[in-house]
């Protein structure tokens, strides 16, 4: 039965709910963090590896960062390609093929920059990724997840939160009918 003490405690629960998305924000773009996922599709006894990597983190720039797809073994690399998202830029760089691996090395990845690095190799078994950042830098790679969602989509999460708490505190106030009346 709501009560007085209702735009209290909805106000709480959201200003809890707001902190803890910052906190959870906030530790993840104060450390390095590069979201990765991977995907492989079988065509014609070839695979292709496809590996897509967005820089979440708000003002960190990586460096000569360096990713290798690596086949199975007993499979070899017949071509690879670089695909930057916008701002991103691949520069002069080239890819290099070695037999199982096919190796990138991106010049910079700005904050909310992306590339999709993919390679098409013999055989149909899912290969490998390894980043190997600059010796300067420590980077934590991620899969997708409700965290890397929330980081990349504070704002939105955080505009919603605000909407529903002015949702609940209109209908308790417009509906004061539905209230039971204490004074009475």
């Known amino acids: 039965m709501p009560s007085?003490?209702?735009p209290f405690i909805v106000t709480l629960a959201v200003a809890v709910l707001g902190w803890t998305l910052s906190h959870i924000v906030d530790r993840i773009e104060n450390?390095?963090?590069l979201k990765y996922s991977i995907g492989h599709q079988v065509f014609q006894g070839n695979s292709i590896f496809s590996l897509t990597i967005k820089n979440i983190t708000a003002d960190k720039k990586f460096k000569k960062f360096t990713v290798v797809l690596a086949a199975p073994e007993g499979s070899?690399?017949?071509?690879a390609q670089t695909i930057p998202t916008r701002p991103a830029f691949e520069g002069d760089s080239p890819w290099r093929l070695a037999g199982r691996t096919a190796q990138f090395t991106i010049p910079a990845i700005e904050p909310d920059g992306e590339f999709k690095l993919t390679g098409e190799y013999t055989g149909t078994k899912r290969g490998a990724v390894w980043f190997i950042p600059d010796d300067s830098d420590s980077v934590k790679a991620v899969e997708p997840?409700?965290?890397t969602f929330l980081a990349e989509n504070e704002s939105n999460v955080l505009y919603g939160l605000v909407v529903v708490w002015l949702v609940v505190l209109a209908a308790y106030?417009?509906?004061p009918?539905?209230?039971s009346n204490v004074d009475s």
Do not use: G, L, M, Q
């Open 4 to 6: 007085d003490s209702t």
């Open 31 to 33: 450390s390095p963090t």
């Open 76 to 79: 070899a690399f017949k071509d």
């Open 145 to 147: 997840s409700f965290e």
């Open 173 to 175: 106030f417009v509906y």
């Open 177 to 179: 009918s539905k209230r």
